[in-house]
């Protein structure tokens, strides 16, 4: 299912044109599937911003035809992530990804929220993983999870209450996204083994090319990756959990050249706060492309592939060097 929805996923590809934009991306995502409910199913809109505000709003067919949905609107408190007001409801969500909660950005947020008139108010938190706040600060008034809008999401279609082929179409992508994000899951399935065996295969085909290069690898891993540094880490290659069918090499502790995206030609470069240089050049190998048609491959073929692959990047990313000499 994750290897189907990446390459099918309309989202998973523009999201590679928003790096290090996750956050906003995803609350994009999700605020124009909420307008696009709201204008084309309504019912199915009612019942997922019912669930959004845990029951507390009981929003009309009327009130949800004439919803504003809003991202990143400009308060004196802040800017909330997405703002839903009707004629009588005023509700502010707060998505997070990864990150937390700035400093009194619920408190700032309720502050907002009790000088408007709206007779209906709702506060809302929307996060990935669990938050437990000290009693001490401003909670909200709902606290949920992407995982459970995928599970909202998944049972209007399993139910047939959306009736539009457009509207499954993106419903299905969001929760496609999502899954190949890791945010929400499927059941584990018997899958898991041969996929750890793959796995386990890819980074041991890396692990053999890099020797083969007279390299002395060196292993990394997260809770998002696996790879390899090389070259005292001025590269990486491996394998990102999020996109499982694509091997990345990059540059890390190298300082790149300005022209760098130019003279390699291929690949792209990238700004990263997290490498020590501040910008990546970086190269793919997708394994489930028309081109490759990699897992159709013998074994001696694949690791050529492999081999073939770390040999182009490295020779490329050696030419991409700045030059320092005053």
């Known amino acids: 299912m ?112 009790d000088k408007r008139t709206s007779d209906h108010k ?37 139910n047939g209450s959306i009736k539009e082929q457009t509207s499954v179409y993106l419903v299905t992508q969001f929760i496609g996204f999502l899954k190949v994000k890791g945010i929400t899951m499927d059941k584990a399935g018997w899958e898991l083994v041969a996929g750890v065996r793959s796995l386990r295969a890819i980074l041991t085909m890396l692990e053999e090319a890099i020797t083969a290069q007279k390299r002395q690898p060196c292993r990394t891993h997260g809770w998002g990756w696996m790879g390899y540094y090389l070259d005292e880490k001025a590269f990486y290659v491996g394998v990102h959990f999020d996109r499982p069918g694509v091997v990345s090499f990059m540059t890390w502790g190298m300082r790149l050249a300005q022209d760098a995206a130019k003279k390699a030609g291929f690949g792209k470069v990238v700004p990263d706060s997290t490498s020590p240089t501040g910008i990546l050049w970086w190269y793919e190998l997708d394994l489930e492309s028309e081109e490759v048609h990699f897992f159709a491959l013998p074994r001696e073929k694949q690791m050529q592939c492999i081999e073939e ?18």
Request: proline letters at 4%.
């Open 2 to 113: 994750a290897n189907d929805a990446q390459q099918n996923n309309l989202l998973v590809h523009l999201h590679k044109w928003a790096y290090r934009q996750d956050e906003n991306f995803l609350t994009d995502a999700f605020a124009h599937l909420l307008r696009h409910l709201r204008d084309n199913e309504p019912d199915v809109a009612r019942q997922v911003l019912c669930q959004l505000t845990g029951g507390r709003l009981n929003f009309t067919r009327l009130a949800i035809g004439n919803a504003a949905i809003t991202t990143q609107v400009t308060t004196e408190q802040g800017r909330p992530d997405i703002e839903i007001q009707t004629t009588d409801c005023l509700v502010y969500v707060e998505a997070k990804k990864e990150s937390g909660l700035g400093d009194g950005q619920l408190s700032r947020y309720r502050q907002e929220l």
């Open 122 to 158: 709702c506060l809302v938190l929307l996060t990935r993983y669990p938050v437990t706040l000290p009693p001490s600060e401003e909670q909200p008034d709902v606290f949920c999870r992407w995982y459970e809008v995928a599970a909202w999401l998944e049972r209007e279609c399993t």
């Open 309 to 326: 692959f770390l040999r182009t990047s490295l020779n490329v990313a050696r030419t991409l060097k700045a030059d320092i000499t005053p």
